[in-house]
């Protein structure tokens, strides 16, 4: 019992990051018609935003210090950090300390600026082209995005680690009556989660609750009939197309702590986000998450030893496995019939 | 009596038959076709630098390449020539290889067999490269050693720890400077029991490919040996970057250890989610939970920041070993200044071992007069030298291994700077490494006869 609890909860952060970058991918695909082969890119954009923010906060100049040798035996240059300076050596520790959290409000304009101008001089040009070439154009610009961050950032994965407060783990089995010990869970993947179902109930309530969602969804309905009642449609879906990027890039800043970034870590997870979409019904909003968290979940489960032994190599292939029986059963996915795009 | 019947046209014709009989020989042993693959003709020598530009293991293949062009560099009479300075055999003079100019191409293996057969091959074809090295994956250098076999030309691994490199899979061809798996456990086991007892439960992540296999094999070997046990061994894909579905096993499992046989970023992400999911603080069988990481290098311990900490493992090399452990390891502190001085931090284990690999190359060349690979391999063959970083050191003939002795280090708890991660706690001597060429580790493989090519 306890094994599986672990793995459903292993299972959520990863499909907290699935369930996000899907829900950007069926918001761009709902409203624009298109299919976006960079969405993975600005994920990955997100993480080095948090990555830049921790490099902006650690700006530092070099002090001389002649009692300490450098490797060569040259006095010492110990960096000192103007953050550290200008704010004290506690406060501005704690700044540095809390560089991923604070990476949210420095992503969101970044995001949201890449997001418009990606939607404004390219893919625009795009919506009456077939779907092949959308999936082309936008994997070409993922392909670009990658070579400029590894041009600027390497190939290496930088670590970018979470506030100290949140390092380390939780003992989640004392809370349900298990030994200690049995149920651990790192701090920072319960804030992940967390985090991931703040930004879908936030995309959720804006779309239902809002007047600017309201247009978007009846403009995704009929976009012909609200562009004839004189609303600017297309702008709004522009700034639908920021707000995707901005989701893709806020679970990217999140996620920076779980697994150091790098210029690939994009293309690791567009792939499996186009399948949860897929299986989530294209278009479905709730499609998209559900099928995010159900097919993480699955994952985890299938990288159980006991699993493997019987079915080796099943943890690689169990998504595309259950997105063929989904498809073969439900064509339309499991939410396709009643989503969104639907109503 | 005879009549004379020479005349002017005759004795021309006669001449230019006999000349050309007596020049015959001649004409066939001087023939301008190569004697050898990529014979260089002109003033310049070119050699291949094969390493992962782009993957898990980018960070070495990064330095393996600015030690390739320092080596160049000091080969071609530049810089302050560095180990050129230390190294025992004294042939090199800094005017290149054999009075060629040596020149250099680079390729991107991507941490892919088959991209790295690709990017040699056009090295070999295309550039004329007469050496191929690099290296950072055990696939990437079995393949590219296979390769450079059939091609005829010398391959001077860089990066490779897998057993079978100079196992079931080493070639006639091909030379590895850098210590191997079996070398790695038999350091590390004693020092393990010396550190956390004989009674342990082991619980192994190990990297799906040859060198994860053979480190496993090895490790899980030497530790049992004293009386540890191995609760599980989990094949792990080159291509995870989330290991922690792998990591929460561990924690029932009723494993007081967790071995990770991976290198690189798969190293740093793996380590990095077991410190995440709280294994340094935990306690199984009234034990601290322990974490060992067999291969060790600086760039990883960089890559895994705070995580690194109290983590043990084994070095070919380590930039302090000079300072630390004495003249013994000469050459240490030359390579260290020249490297320094020209990129700004201290050089890894790799970038050493594909420095030595390129000055190693050079100077058999050199001892040997020719180019030509089965000369270069036999002034190879249980060459002795010093000076190169790691003490006396041998190039066993056969099966081209290198034996030399072997560091265990530790991940600094309070680095004073970020130089400084690793502390070594122990240097084996190569007598306590060094294993039969029969070990049944190494065995299946046929070393075969050298390949000059064309």
């Not at chain 2, 300075?85 to 293996?109: A, E, H, M, P």
Request: charged share 15%; proline share 4%; hydrophobic share 45%.
């Amino acid at each position: 019992m306890d094994a599986i609890i672990l793995q459903i909860l292993n299972g959520l952060d990863k499909g907290s990051a699935y369930a996000l970058i899907a829900l950007g991918l069926t918001l761009i695909f709902g409203t624009l018609g298109v299919v976006n082969f960079a969405h993975g890119a600005l994920f990955m954009i997100g993480a080095f935003c948090a990555v830049t923010l921790n490099r902006i906060l650690t700006l530092s100049h070099q002090v001389l210090d002649e009692s300490r040798k450098d490797f060569l035996g040259n006095p010492l240059k110990v960096d000192v950090p103007y953050v550290t300076e200008w704010f004290g050596d506690q406060a501005g520790a704690a700044i540095i300390d809390w560089a991923v959290p604070l990476a949210i409000l420095f992503s969101i304009p970044v995001m949201i600026l890449i997001g418009v101008i990606m939607e404004r001089g390219l893919i625009k040009h795009f919506y009456r082209r077939p779907h092949a070439d959308q999936i082309l154009v936008t994997f070409g610009l993922a392909i670009v995005l990658q070579e400029i961050i590894k041009y600027f950032y390497g190939a290496n994965p930088i670590p970018t680690p979470a506030p100290d407060v949140f390092r380390g783990s939780f003992d989640f089995g004392v809370l349900l009556g298990f030994d200690p010990n049995v149920i651990i869970y790192p701090y920072w993947r319960l804030v992940y989660f967390a985090f991931a179902a703040l930004i879908i109930g936030g995309v959720f309530a804006f779309l239902q609750f809002t007047t600017f969602g309201m247009v978007v969804r009846a403009g995704m309905a009929d976009r012909e009939t609200v562009g004839l009642l004189g609303i600017n449609i297309d702008r709004r879906f522009t700034i639908m197309f920021g707000l995707a990027a901005a989701v893709a890039g806020l679970a990217g800043v999140m996620y920076a702590p779980i697994n150091s970034p790098n210029y690939h870590m994009g293309m690791d997870f567009l792939v499996l986000s186009f399948v949860v979409v897929v299986v989530g019904g294209m278009g479905s909003l709730p499609g998209a998450v559900l099928a995010g968290f159900v097919l993480g979940i699955l994952e985890s489960f299938a990288s159980m030893n006991e699993i493997k032994s019987i079915l080796p190599g099943i943890d690689q292939i169990i998504i595309y496995l259950v997105a063929i029986i989904i498809l073969l059963t439900r064509p339309r996915g499991l939410m396709g019939r009643k989503g969104v795009m639907e109503d | 009596m005879s009549k004379s019947t020479l005349t002017r046209r005759g004795v021309l014709r006669s001449g230019a038959v006999a000349g050309a009989g007596v020049a015959l020989p001649t004409i066939f042993t001087s023939s301008p076709a190569s004697a050898f693959t990529n014979e260089p003709t002109g003033d310049t020598v070119t050699l291949g630098f094969n390493v992962p530009q782009t993957g898990p293991y980018a960070d070495e293949g990064a330095d393996e390449l600015r030690a390739f062009e320092l080596a160049v560099e000091h080969l071609n009479g530049g810089g302050d020539g560095g180990m050129l300075q230390t190294f025992s055999s004294k042939v090199l003079d800094g005017t290149g290889i054999l009075g060629k100019k040596v020149t250099y191409v680079t390729g991107d293996t991507q941490t892919k067999s088959d991209a790295a057969r690709a990017t040699a091959k056009s090295m070999i074809e295309k550039d004329g490269a007469v050496m191929i090295s690099g290296g950072s994956s055990s696939g990437v250098a079995v393949a590219v050693q296979g390769l450079c076999q059939e091609a005829g030309v010398i391959f001077m691994a860089g990066l490779t720890h897998s057993n079978d490199t100079t196992g079931k899979d080493k070639k006639a061809n091909g030379f590895r400077h850098f210590f191997n798996a079996y070398m790695s456990a038999a350091a590390l086991a004693p020092v393990l029991s010396k550190l956390y007892g004989n009674d342990r439960r082991a619980y192994h992540l190990t990297a799906d490919y040859t060198w994860g296999w053979t480190q496993q094999e090895s490790i899980a070997a030497a530790t049992e040996a004293p009386g540890w046990q191995t609760v599980e061994n989990v094949l792990t894909p080159l291509a995870q970057t989330d290991f922690s579905s792998y990591i929460a096993p561990v924690l029932n499992s009723g494993a007081d250890v967790l071995v990770l046989n991976h290198y690189g970023g798969n190293m740093v992400n793996s380590l990095t989610n077991a410190v995440q999911f709280g294994l340094r603080e935990k306690q199984v069988n009234g034990k601290n939970f322990e974490i060992v990481v067999p291969l060790y290098s600086e760039l990883m311990a960089k890559g895994a920041g705070k995580n690194i900490a109290g983590i043990v493992g084994s070095q070919n090399w380590d930039w302090k070993l000079e300072n630390e452990k004495g003249a013994k390891y000469a050459g240490t502190n030359a390579f260290v200044k020249s490297f320094g001085e020209k990129f700004g931090f201290p050089p890894s284990q790799a970038a050493q071992t594909c420095y030595a690999q390129t000055l190693l190359y050079a100077d058999a060349v050199t001892r040997a007069g020719s180019f030509n690979p089965c000369a270069v391999g036999e002034a190879l063959q249980d060459f002795a030298f010093d000076g190169l970083g790691n003490g006396p050191t041998t190039y066993r003939a056969s099966d081209h291994q290198c034996f030399k002795d072997v560091l265990v280090v530790r991940g600094a708890e309070n680095p004073e700077d970020e130089y400084h991660l690793v502390e070594i706690i122990e240097v084996t001597p190569v007598e306590q490494v060094t294993y039969d060429a029969e070990h049944p580790m190494f065995a299946g493989g046929n070393l075969g006869s050298c390949n000059a090519g064309v």
